[in-house]
């Protein structure tokens, strides 16, 4: 893009709009934690035994219990079989091995918190790609078949934009690593309470980790843009969150933050004269001064997608999608002379500068959402699936290549894809029920291109798919189709046959998508070849 171009892009974007409450967070009843003081009382050696056996200013001592002192003016035990001795020796052994227990446990305890720190620092440190787990679904899949597909998928970052204690226990002694919210609508509580802060982490974060790995705390979602309202009560509710922490010892493993809206932000482009809305500076100074104390990052919400329809005609699409640019259509900063090859970069860079014009040098971009819509309606005419299709696989791509930012070239955002399910229960406009890369029972709403991006989301999903038949198809046109997979299509159907492998679990819809999948595989994966007269589809879900 020339350097004219960039001074008429609009500066302010406008946020998607929110629903405050994704999903319900069932409280869960926890007994508290207690703790408890040992105290080992450790008598001297000379009240520990027996007077009778002992006895002052004795020059005798009783043949194999007590031998003279080299010094021959008191005794010392040498034998430990008298009975006397022994009885009166038991108290302080006792204690002494309960003393020497707690020291050590408490050791070990203390060297296996320093060693997940110092683990969970380090595997945090490299770029990842996550997935927000949106609710508003009406098929969605239950905790534990989620959990399949998430491994299945090999996602290993998701954020909750609750804290679903179904889910927790679901993800419990897994790989995955969770960000956990709180919804909007108990900011007022959490803000204005610390109790209530410290009954939420009790609840949500005490409960299950380290079980379940939970790394962060979503505290709000765009709340300055969305509800301006609850502003004030933001940065206290982020601070006695955060003070519950402390008193759970759990400060340096989970992170606190608040994801914001782009629109924060004024003259962001180009990113060298971005800078927070001064509006706001009286919640971002500390913020941010909160945010550099205790290492966590800020969390932003950056859509290219609305940057690209607020200012079609200034914003070529091909900036925007992460597609290959000549020199020419490269953006450029007039002031720094950075070349930015897409918009996501411009973005992030346009929040390490506001950040820097507060004096704020420290704190890393975490983009808690990011995406691109694969259907919308008359007004929404770039919202297809080809496009969501580039977007998405483009900035998977860019992040595992870790060349970071202009700007920051030493550091790459790692990146929360928004959304992992379409979410068909979202109000108007038709865009909003079309984020997501599958459906909710896990069928792709599209296929990725990520190849080459190691074994992330089962490493290609267009190389990896599978056929499998619908959910809720009349029996009988399922029959129908399995009959003539397994016959005239000639699928390898020996396999569900009575006493072999995969007969089980014998209904017609598990058959049906062995047999239906066979035929897909033998066809070359054909697209063609997985209809069966609208009775199956594509997954990335193998169905053996």
């Known amino acids: ?137 009406s098929n969605l899949l239950s905790p534990t078949e989620l959990l399949r597909f998430l491994q299945a998928q090999k996602i290993n970052h998701v954020r909750l934009y609750d804290a679903d204690p179904d889910l927790l226990r679901a993800f419990a002694k897994t790989k995955i690593r969770v960000i956990i919210s709180v919804p909007n609508n108990q900011l007022l509580a959490i803000g204005s309470s610390n109790s209530t802060a410290a009954s939420w982490i009790d609840r949500n974060v005490v409960a299950y980790y380290p079980e379940t790995l939970i790394t962060a705390i979503a505290v709000g979602d765009e709340v300055l843009t969305t509800v301006p309202s609850s502003a004030t009560l933001l940065l206290p509710a982020i601070e006695s969150l955060y003070s519950a922490l402390v008193a759970a010892n759990l400060h340096n493993l989970i992170k606190i933050s608040t994801p914001h809206s782009f629109s924060i932000m004024l003259n962001t482009f180009p990113p060298s004269q971005a800078s927070f809305n001064q509006s706001w500076n009286s919640v971002m100074v500390p913020l941010l001064q909160f945010l550099s104390r205790t290492g966590s990052p800020l969390m932003m919400n950056l859509y290219p997608y609305y940057v690209f329809m607020q200012n079609k005609g200034v914003v070529p699409l091909d900036n925007c999608l992460f597609k290959p640019l000549t020199p020419s259509k490269e953006m450029v900063d007039p002031n720094t002379l950075l070349h930015y090859t897409n918009v996501l970069d411009a973005m992030i860079d346009a929040a390490y500068v506001s950040m820097r014009n507060l004096n704020v040098t420290d704190v890393v971009v975490l983009v808690s959402e990011s995406g691109w819509p694969s259907k919308g309606d008359a007004k929404e005419p770039y919202a297809t699936i080809d496009n969501a299709d580039m977007y998405n696989s483009h900035l998977i791509k860019h992040i595992f290549d870790r060349t970071g930012t202009p700007l920051h070239p030493e550091m790459t955002s790692s990146v929360y894809i928004y959304e992992l399910f379409n979410e068909d229960l979202r109000a108007p406009p038709l865009s909003e029920a079309n984020w997501g890369l599958f459906y909710g029972n896990s069928t792709p709403a599209y296929l990725l291109h990520v190849s080459g991006s190691g074994t992330f989301l089962a490493n290609d999903t267009t190389n990896q798919t599978y056929c499998t038949a619908m959910d809720g198809p009349d029996k009988k046109a399922l029959q129908a189709a399995l009959d003539w997979a397994c016959g005239p299509g000639r699928a390898n159907c020996s396999e569900i046959q009575p006493g072999e492998s995969c007969y089980q679990p014998n209904n017609v819809k598990s058959h049906a998508s062995y047999a239906f999948d066979s035929y897909y595989q033998k066809e070359g994966k054909d697209p063609g070849s997985c209809d069966f007269k609208g009775v199956a589809m594509i997954t990335t879900t193998d169905p053996r």
């Open 1 to 137: 893009m020339a350097i004219n171009q960039l001074s008429k892009l609009t500066p302010i974007c406008p946020a998607r709009n929110k629903v405050e409450s994704r999903g319900k967070n069932i409280p869960k009843t926890q007994k508290k934690r207690r703790r408890r003081n040992a105290l080992a009382c450790i008598s001297s050696s000379s009240t520990a035994l027996s007077s009778k056996t002992l006895k002052k200013k004795s020059k005798i001592c009783k043949d194999g219990y007590l031998k003279r002192s080299l010094k021959g003016k008191n005794c010392r035990i040498s034998s430990l079989s008298s009975p006397m001795a022994v009885s009166s020796m038991i108290p302080a052994i006792s204690a002494l091995f309960a003393f020497s227990f707690l020291h050590l446990l408490f050791s070990v305890n203390s060297s296996s918190l320093s060693q997940e720190i110092i683990k969970q620092q380090e595997q945090e440190k490299d770029p990842f790609v996550g997935f927000n787990i949106g609710t508003d679904v």
